[in-house]
């Protein structure tokens, strides 16, 4: 049991963290055992406060409405939210427990017990908004392939394995391979949440506090908590880069102007400009979305809207085609209910509304950028 603890005098507080494992039934038995014998006056747990009422009612999300998380442009948000929250799912139905157990086991044992609960962790939303602001298109497109599709070495995962890797030497391994793999996500995911966590954990109130935390944390709270943190820094969201901004809004009108230019020169190369940009966009974000197998009017949608989305960085095409398909193949409580199956699966991912609706979204929009950079080299190339 004392291998999965971590016991720090700080300031005059005992803190006591327990490293778990968020599958593992024993890591729920673990916290009960260890809140009723130690009697602290503060439970941390390692979440925020949308996380907290998911716990709380997790069938909440089945109210989940498709169509206004396409307007509120909360799509790649949530696919990641999904992606890893049904890959824990996937692991613990392997164990034959429940997600999150033993955050809802502190979280009964702190009422039970009457410690001050603290949710510790910073906003979900919060942490990847600060992800997505740092990638690049290429970081994107390989942590989706890395999430979604597992690699040949992966097998089910036994107690024992999971057991195993909490111990805190075999944790610090880990963190390093992440750091190695993905430098700005674990940056971001791990050691920024290690930092917030660590001083939520200090400004708890009482003399013994227990905090819960995912194995992955342990050791970097461990060091953390002896060191100054910027909590102001650390819970907020960087604006977009400005020259991005100025970009998105140079391109459409550099395209705008040379068309123009094109028809004041001869009105067949402008019309041959003006088709080309038209022609690209429509038709690749059209086969994009029929790829994704997206009914005939959302494919239509893509087409016609394409060439006008593309010249409007407030507008997409993708978000667009998704309120069309939302609209027709409206999503059920099943398909949302089946997502920790579907969403791993390509066959079924398919035939999952829900899904296919975030999926038809983002291949629309990856179509019309594609083709708008096709569009965007002839249009520069005729013009010479």
Same mark, same amino acid.
């Given at each position: 049991m ?14 006591i963290?327990?490293?778990?494992a968020?599958v ?14 130690e ?10 406060e ?7 009612d ?5 109210n ?6 396409i ?6 948000f949530l ?24 955050m ?11 410690a ?19 990638l ?12 979604? $599709?597992? %690699? &040949?070495? =992966?097998?089910? !995962? ?8 909490? *111990?805190?030497? @075999? ?8 750091h ?6 674990a940056?971001? $995911?791990? %050691? &920024?949440? =290690?930092?917030? !966590?660590a ?6 109130p009482? *003399?013994?506090? @227990?905090?819960?935390?995912g ?11 002896f060191?100054?943190q ?16 100025v970009?998105?809004?140079?391109i459409p ?12 020169m001869?009105?067949?190369t ?10 690209w ?8 979305t ?15 809207a ?22 027709i193949?409206k999503?059920?409580?099943r ?18 509304r ?31």
């Open positions: 004392e291998e999965h603890l971590v016991r720090l005098d700080y300031q005059g507080k005992e803190i963290l327990i490293a778990t968020h593992l039934k024993q890591s729920a038995e673990l916290i009960k055992k260890i809140i009723r014998e009697q602290p006056d503060s439970v941390c747990v390692e979440l925020d949308a996380r907290y009422q998911s716990i709380l997790p069938k909440a999300w089945e989940t409405d498709i169509i206004k998380v307007k509120s442009k909360k799509i790649g696919l990641a939210n999904l992606i890893l929250g049904s890959y824990q799912k996937r692991i613990a139905k392997g164990l034959d427990t429940v997600a999150g157990q033993e809802l086991e502190g979280i009964n044992s702190a009422k039970e017990t009457g001050q609960l603290v949710l510790a962790d910073r906003s979900i939303k919060t942490t990847f908004t600060r992800i997505w602001r740092k690049n298109l290429w970081d994107k497109s390989k942590l989706l392939f890395e999430l979604l $599709l597992p %690699s &040949e070495d =992966d097998k089910e !995962l036994s107690n024992e394995d999971i057991s195993n890797l909490l *111990k805190t030497d @075999v944790l610090a391994s880990l963190t390093e391979q992440v190695e793999q993905f430098p700005k996500i940056d971001i $995911l791990i %050691s &920024e949440r =290690d930092q917030y !966590l001083y939520k954990i200090k400004e708890a009482g *003399k013994k506090i @227990v905090a819960i935390l194995g992955a944390h342990v050791p970097g709270v461990r060091k953390e908590i060191k100054t910027d909590i102001a820094a650390l819970s907020s969201v960087p604006a977009k880069n400005p020259v991005s901004r970009i998105a809004w140079a009108m550099l395209i705008i102007g040379l068309i123009i230019y094109s028809f004041i001869n009105i067949a402008g019309m041959r400009q003006l088709s080309s940009w038209v022609l966009n429509g038709l690749l974000a059209a086969a994009f029929a790829v994704s197998f997206g009914h005939p009017l959302s494919i239509l949608t893509s087409l016609v394409a060439p006008f989305t593309s010249l409007n960085p407030l507008v997409a095409c993708g978000w667009l085609t998704g309120l069309v398909e939302a609209t193949r999503p059920t409580v398909d949302i209910n089946n997502i920790p199956r579907d969403i791993f699966s390509l066959k079924h991912f398919l035939k999952n829900f899904l296919k609706v975030l999926l038809i979204v983002i291949m629309a929009n990856i179509g019309s950028s594609i083709g708008s950079f096709i569009a965007g080299l002839e249009i520069i190339k005729n013009m010479f």
